[in-house]
């Protein structure tokens, strides 16, 4: 939940070590290189170790603070190749080994990484650094008790560690221990006050208790924190001033069901009188996004950014407006797909739900009808909660089995390589239109249209959620022992989606239990 664990810092820097026979140009592109690297310039950085690889390619000490320039700037995919390269070299290197489970680790492959950083530390055990990056990732895999012990190992080497404080925080945190986790960010932030995560983990705890009012103001300093994925805009940030007559320019961050979730507060601004509101989004948002009341315009993030006077992140948009759990906004739905749309995908999702079905005739919901059910089960594999809220499609089986039940995948890319194997023990539709994995061409304005066109929805805590919930469509929601914070504590509705359920799972984290409530709630609804 307060997952986003930040213990990977700064990589190791190779110190050189290069031959005589080495050209003295060599060697000072790599001494300027490095200097550069040690001040947090990775840019300039970047471009003198390139410089040292085109004279001497195996430079190990090259690559691997190559690679460390590219990876603080947030290319951990490039990074990883030049660690490799560099191990190649020097296969026993432990910076080497080291950066390259943070690159890893990055990139959400946090097995990977622990198996680098166990390598590593039995070349230099009293790495505090590197004992902590362990206990992250192992707590990324949810092995919460070791990942306990390497966090107070490493805590015990450096005992002021802010973010050793601050890891063992959400590690506490992700097994539910919410008030032992206060204290330890508390620990944190005592260290060091402008801690930007501790801030954040720390915000967590209270929009979980939606205890809002000091949730969102803290919920800012993740603005500071490493990797936040949001768009760099040359111009003022709004604050809540007066922009009557002025263009503010609203921009998506981190996932797409963040952006779901907080667009509908571009209402709330727009009725504070803007002369024109423009919201940047990943593509795949565009067209659905560009039917939100109070939105002017909408493009592609990507886009070159256009003239504005002010900007806001769109999850800014509460600590600004001063929003309690009490004063969400009433303006709901408020998404919906176009008339034509619906119509496009009206035949489609008919034939392929009547190509599933496998019940004699009298063997239909109540009302002579069959009852239609969009479904997903996984959600992006590089969200690091996603072990916890994602499940196997084959759980839905005691719902697929209910007479006159229909389900149609709503799935794309990862988790739909699950639905031949599902198909062996229940049927389950698949859009004829739609592609195979990541070449599914369908955008959310299509996967809205479909929505509108089914009884219910079921999905993890995954954009497919919050898709369903902001158009109004009724959904359910199974959620993990420890849920996320905007799903609040021991409750079945949510405030932000009044369409939703949520089915908790119990103390032991089973999902089994989930579905069989969500059948039988079913199965009694439709009187069969």
Request: proline share 7%.
């Amino acid at each position: 939940m307060a997952g986003n664990a930040h213990g990977c810092v700064a990589g190791r820097v190779a110190d050189g070590g290069t031959p005589e026979a080495i050209s003295y140009l060599a060697k000072t592109y790599f001494q300027q290189g490095t200097a550069l690297l040690c001040r947090g310039q990775y840019r300039e950085a970047e471009n003198y170790l390139r410089q040292v690889l085109a004279i001497w390619p195996t430079h190990s000490g090259a690559l691997n603070n190559l690679g460390t320039a590219i990876w603080q700037q947030g290319r951990a995919v490039e990074a990883e190749g030049y660690y490799r390269q560099a191990l190649e070299v020097t296969p026993d290197d432990f910076g080497t080994l080291a950066n390259l489970g943070n690159s890893l680790w990055e990139q959400s492959r946090p097995a990977e990484a622990v198996a680098l950083y166990r390598r590593a530390l039995e070349l230099e055990f009293n790495s505090a650094e590197t004992q902590m990056n362990l206990g992250v990732a192992l707590s990324d895999l949810g092995e919460f008790d070791e990942a306990i012990e390497w966090l107070e190992s490493s805590l015990k080497l450096n005992p002021d560690s802010p973010a050793a404080l601050d890891n063992i925080g959400m590690t506490l945190a992700r097994q539910g221990k919410r008030d032992e986790a206060m204290v330890w960010y508390e620990r944190a932030l005592a260290v060091r006050p402008d801690f930007p995560e501790a801030h954040r983990n720390r915000s967590y705890i209270w929009l979980t208790h939606g205890d809002y009012e000091r949730g969102w103001p803290e919920y800012e300093w993740r603005l500071g924190c490493r990797n936040l994925r949001i768009l760099p805009v040359p111009r003022p940030q709004w604050r809540g001033e007066d922009i009557q007559g002025r263009m503010i320019l609203l921009h998506a961050e981190q996932g797409l069901g963040d952006v779901l979730q907080f667009i509908r507060f571009a209402c709330a601004v727009r009725r504070r009188g803007p002369r024109r509101l423009i919201v940047a989004c990943p593509e795949t948002l565009v067209r659905l996004v560009s039917r939100c009341p109070g939105v002017d315009a909408v493009q592609d993030w990507y886009a070159p950014l256009p003239g504005c006077d002010v900007h806001a992140p769109l999850m800014s948009l509460p600590a600004i407006l001063g929003t309690t759990l009490a004063s969400l906004p009433g303006d709901y739905p408020y998404l919906s797909p176009d008339a034509a749309t619906v119509q496009r995908w009206r035949p489609i999702v008919d034939r392929c739900l009547e190509s599933t079905a496998v019940d004699a005739p009298a063997s239909v919901a109540a009302g002579g009808r069959v009852f239609r059910i969009g479904v997903a089960w996984q959600g992006n594999p590089r969200n690091r909660i996603d072990r916890w809220r994602s499940f196997p499609l084959g759980l839905l089986a005691p719902i697929a089995d209910l007479p006159g039940v229909r389900l149609i995948s709503l799935q794309k890319g990862q988790g739909t390589e699950q639905i031949s194997s599902a198909g062996h023990r229940f049927p389950i539709a698949v859009l004829p239109e739609a592609g195979a994995g990541d070449d599914d061409r369908r955008d959310f304005l299509d996967t809205a249209a479909i929505m509108s066109l089914l009884d219910l929805v079921i999905a993890p805590e995954s954009a497919v959620a919050h898709l369903a919930g902001s158009l109004g469509v009724r959904a359910w929601v199974p959620l993990p022992v420890v849920a996320d914070w905007r799903w609040l504590l021991d409750r079945d509705d949510s405030p932000w989606y009044p369409s939703m359920t949520l089915f908790r799972q119990g103390p032991t984290g089973d999902w089994t239990p989930v579905f069989r409530r969500m059948a039988d709630r079913l199965r009694a609804e439709l009187s069969f």
